[in-house]
Every structure is written in C-alpha cells, then in structure tokens.
C-alpha cells in the first residue's frame, strides 16, 4: 500500500500586492507549468511592513490567478491571511 502511494509535491508562487503585469505574466507560466506536471501550487501574497493596507490588491491578484489557472487546476481554498501572507492552493485536474 505503501509503494503505491504517491507523494503529493507542493510548489509556492511568491507575489507582492504591487506585483508588476510582466512579472505576473511570468510567476503565472511557471504556475501552469508546475500544475501540468502534476504538483500542487501554492501561491501567496506577502505583505512587507506597510504594505499590508493592500490587502485588496493582493486578494485581487490571487482571484485573477484563480480564474487564469481555471484550465489547469481546481482552486482548493481561497485567499486567506495567515499572519503576514495571503494565501491560495491550486490543485492539478487529473
């Protein structure tokens, strides 16, 4: 039963709440590509020092991720706070 079994991966995704277009653009390519491989991704929000007044923004960001990697993955929890960091899990479709 054992042997059988199989190791579920976990891959983050690291945003800030003032992420830039391209830089999106280019953690969301790795998202996707992390979730064809079959790993599950958590992506998350994190809020240095002042900036947790943008809690919005980072809800906004993690919600059009969401709805981006809609294709790729099933959302398993929505944005949450946790102390400092926002955080979101993508699980791969089968």
Known sequence: MK???????VKEI???????EHD???????GIKF???G?????FVFFKGRSII????GQILLLRLAQELEEYGKV?????MEGKKMIMF?????
Do not use: C, M, W
Request: net charge positive.
């Open 54 to 57: 943008y809690k919005e923004k």
């Open 76 to 80: 398993e929890s929505l944005p949450t």
């Open 24 to 30: 999106y653009e280019f953690k969301k390519k790795h």
């Open 14 to 20: 690291r945003f800030g709440p003032n992420t830039d």
């Open 35 to 37: 979730l064809k491989e």
């Open 39 to 43: 790993a599950k991704l958590k992506a």
């Open 3 to 9: 042997a059988k079994s199989t190791k579920v991966i």
């Open 90 to 94: 993508v699980a791969p479709k089968k």
